[in-house]
């Protein structure tokens, strides 16, 4: 086929498609694809119920995938997820032990530990100028060494408010999980931060080139402290909704989000290596690894398994996508 023909037909195209990121599309595609392989399994698995239920699941990974793709967008990494999941969750149930005061204070208690460990990580990486990997490791372990403290190595006994078993399984629109509706509002604000705002435009600048970024006088260090703030924030409201939806909280409920997290974002075609990406690619991203683990379920491949998938997966999209901003 002559490059006359091909030019003919991406003319004829959607012009949305054709200004379509090709990481999306390969995304959304892959989505189709598991869909189909789904079925094939079983009957039920395009069913309106099923489909609801995963859409619902992946809510979770959704607000905490958000919150990662803002730092990834840096040029960083937050390896501190499953802590700040765990003690967000841990300390909203703890709190609600307090009385009718705690019971309301809750769910900000719990946000306010995340974000207190994301801007830790956020004054070590950006005014201390310690590596992302190391400081967001190092705190995720001594996030996990006082939650063990507080808990004396035994499972948390706490149990998860009224208010965290609405927001996570309740309905507050007919047919809607209240789950898929804060993950539908995250992402809208998100969406609005990243395209309409200074703040954005700086997380893609910083992304692309941090030293020129900082010569024209933007304040760099700031810009990455508050995006790990709202990552670790982001992490811990999503292990809030994760307590709400089992009632309580767990040790290691957030060990089985770090690597879909970095996968959901890098699937969706957000450079690894930051400055690029679109919101719309992490929630196709999302989707995806939502409807793998469930594949997975069914096909019942062990967790072990599914982490070696995840990493095959981070690797070969750093491969793809990840060369590109070398270029430059």
């Given at each position: ?54 859409l619902k699941v992946a809510s979770f990974l959704g607000v905490i995938a958000t919150g990662m793709m803002l730092v990834i967008l840096l040029g960083q990494i937050d390896l501190s997820v499953p802590w700040s999941v765990a003690a967000g969750a841990m300390m909203a149930c703890a709190a609600a032990a307090y009385g009718p005061v705690g019971m309301a204070l809750a769910i900000p208690f719990g946000i306010f530990c995340g974000v207190l460990i994301g801007v ?209």
């Amino acid at each position: 086929m002559s490059e006359t023909t091909i030019g003919g037909i991406a003319g004829r195209m959607p012009k949305f498609i054709r200004r379509a990121d090709p990481a999306v599309l390969t995304a959304f595609a892959c989505i189709v694809l598991l869909l189909f392989v789904g079925s094939l399994y079983s009957r039920s698995f395009l069913s309106p119920e099923y489909l609801l239920q995963q859409l619902k699941v992946a809510s979770f990974l959704g607000v905490i995938a958000t919150g990662m793709m803002l730092v990834i967008l840096l040029g960083q990494i937050d390896l501190s997820v499953p802590w700040s999941v765990a003690a967000g969750a841990m300390m909203a149930c703890a709190a609600a032990a307090y009385g009718p005061v705690g019971m309301a204070l809750a769910i900000p208690f719990g946000i306010f530990c995340g974000v207190l460990i994301g801007v830790v990580n956020g004054i070590g990486v950006a005014y201390l100028r310690i590596p992302s990997m190391i400081i967001t490791l190092a705190t995720n372990a001594v996030a996990q060494g006082l939650m063990v403290v507080y808990t004396g190595g035994f499972s948390p006994q706490d149990s998860a408010t009224p208010a965290m078993r609405y927001l996570a399984t309740g309905f507050a629109i007919p047919g809607v999980p209240n789950a898929v509706v804060i993950w539908a509002l995250i992402g809208a604000a998100m969406v609005f931060v990243l395209t309409r705002t200074g703040f954005g435009r700086t997380v893609y600048g910083i992304g692309n080139r941090e030293r020129a970024a900082y010569l024209s006088g933007i304040d760099t260090r700031r810009v990455v402290l508050i995006a790990f703030a709202v990552s670790g924030g982001l992490s811990a409201f999503g292990g809030v909704l994760l307590a709400g939806y089992a009632s309580k909280a767990a040790q290691s409920m957030g060990d089985a989000y770090l690597l879909p997290s970095i996968a959901a974002v890098v699937l969706g075609g957000t450079s690894i290596l930051g400055g690029r990406g679109s919101y719309l690619g992490t929630v196709a991203g999302v989707i995806l690894i939502t409807l793998l683990q469930s594949i997975l379920s069914v096909m019942q491949m062990p967790e072990a398994g599914r982490q070696i998938i995840y990493g095959v997966v981070i690797v070969a999209m750093l491969l793809l996508y990840g060369r590109a901003p070398a270029s430059r």
